[in-house]
């Protein structure tokens, strides 16, 4: 798989997060706010975090079965289209055709939701070598740089790109690959993935060792063009 067909799939949580027909997760990707969840038939969503009816954010609302219900008026939506498909407060009235939140195409790999802003589907599917086999995930760390800056860091401190997407290398002596999200042209996310066991005393070296770099980072943060 080249990395250009690849390259427009953004890792935005871990699968695991997303309960089916449960919760909603905010999400970021190059700047885009987006509302992820999961259908009660398991069905991963990555929405534009805004309801078409009157802008409020749907990570403010809730999760009904296989719709997205709006916490302002309740209109709800359907998973895998985005179309309206109920509207509480006028329960004899069918649901407006033409009113559709805006979805993105979502698929997950490697214990990872996967989010593309393109228009067309990527030509290919998330990589599912993008962590190596078996390891677990330790935890998201958000760092307020840029996505670029964040990757150079982890760079300089040896990690490789051994994986598809994947930076591979290790903080506090811990094997780790990391993901880097790029959410906003400030803000990064950095998903890491560790051989070591949960709750095992390397994970937690890892947790400090991760947190260590996010200060670094950000005290070397110079303000950027
Ligand atoms: S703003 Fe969402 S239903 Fe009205």
């Known amino acids: 798989m080249s990395t250009d067909s690849i390259s427009t ?21 190059e700047g885009q706010e987006l ?11 990555a929405w534009e975090n805004r309801c ?3 802008s409020v954010r749907f990570t403010l609302g809730l999760v009904v079965q296989d719709r997205l219900a709006c916490a302002y008026h ?20 069918p649901a407006p055709r033409n009113v559709c939140a805006k979805l993105f195409h979502a698929a997950e790999a490697a214990g990872m939701l996967w989010v593309s802003l393109a228009a067309a589907a990527p030509p290919s599917p998330p990589p599912g070598n993008a962590v190596p086999a078996g390891w677990s995930f330790c935890r998201i760390l958000c760092v307020r740089a840029g996505a670029a800056r964040v990757r150079d860091a982890l760079t300089a401190r ?8 994947a930076l591979c290398g290790a903080l506090g002596e811990v094997d780790a690959a ?25 994970m937690k070296k890892l947790h400090v060792a991760a947190r260590a770099l996010r200060g670094e980072i950000e005290e070397q943060q110079q303000p950027e063009a």
């Open 9 to 29: 799939w953004h890792p935005v949580a871990a699968s695991a997060e997303l309960r089916p027909g449960a919760n909603i997760v905010a999400g970021f990707a």
């Open 35 to 45: 509302a992820l969840w999961r259908s009660a038939s398991g069905a991963a969503q």
């Open 52 to 54: 078409p009816h009157r």
């Open 74 to 93: 309740g209109w709800q939506y359907d998973a895998g289209s985005g179309q309206c498909a109920s509207i509480p407060a006028h329960p004899g009235m």
């Open 158 to 165: 040896g990690f490789r790109a051994e994986a598809p997407l």
């Open 178 to 202: 990391a993901l880097v999200l790029d959410a906003q042209p400030r803000l990064a996310f950095i998903h890491l993935w560790t051989p070591a066991a949960p709750g095992s005393d390397a």
